[in-house]
């Protein structure tokens, strides 16, 4: 079993960066392929980016392609989401998430960390 927890959330302007980090700990993140989920109040929770388990390949919702960046480091046991060109639209609860199994890209998650609040100001 694996403990997820976000961090690095906050408020900023429309057009700038934040980058989050989840950290993990129970396994050896190395196990598992990793993904960025976010929801929006009154949206259902959807996929922002995946990385595959050695971080050779990423994955990304369109709607963040070209602005996010999903990265991994196993020797520090944590995955990072860099987020650029933020707009008002990206505002949500952030969450992290953990998979063993299941097809490239279509992990199957099954730990999930508490989220962390990004709000885009206009």
């Known amino acids: 079993q694996v403990q997820l927890v976000e961090s690095g959330g906050g408020l900023v302007q429309a057009g700038g960066s934040l980058r989050l980090s989840c950290a993990a700990s129970g396994r050896t993140l190395s196990s598992y392929a990793m993904g960025w989920f976010r929801q929006a109040p009154g949206k259902v929770r959807e996929f922002v980016a995946a990385?595959?388990?050695?971080?050779?390949?990423?994955y990304y919702a369109d709607s963040v392609k070209g602005r996010f960046t999903i990265s991994r480091d196993n020797n520090k046991n944590t995955v990072y989401l860099q987020m650029n060109s933020l707009k008002p639209e990206d505002t949500a609860v952030y969450f992290c998430?953990?998979?063993?199994?299941?097809?490239?890209?279509?992990?199957?998650?099954?730990?999930w960390g508490q989220g962390t609040q990004v709000t885009v100001s206009s």
């Open positions: 990385i595959s388990w050695s971080g050779g390949s990423t």
């Open positions: 998430a953990a998979g063993a199994s299941g097809s490239w890209p279509r992990v199957r998650y099954d730990y």
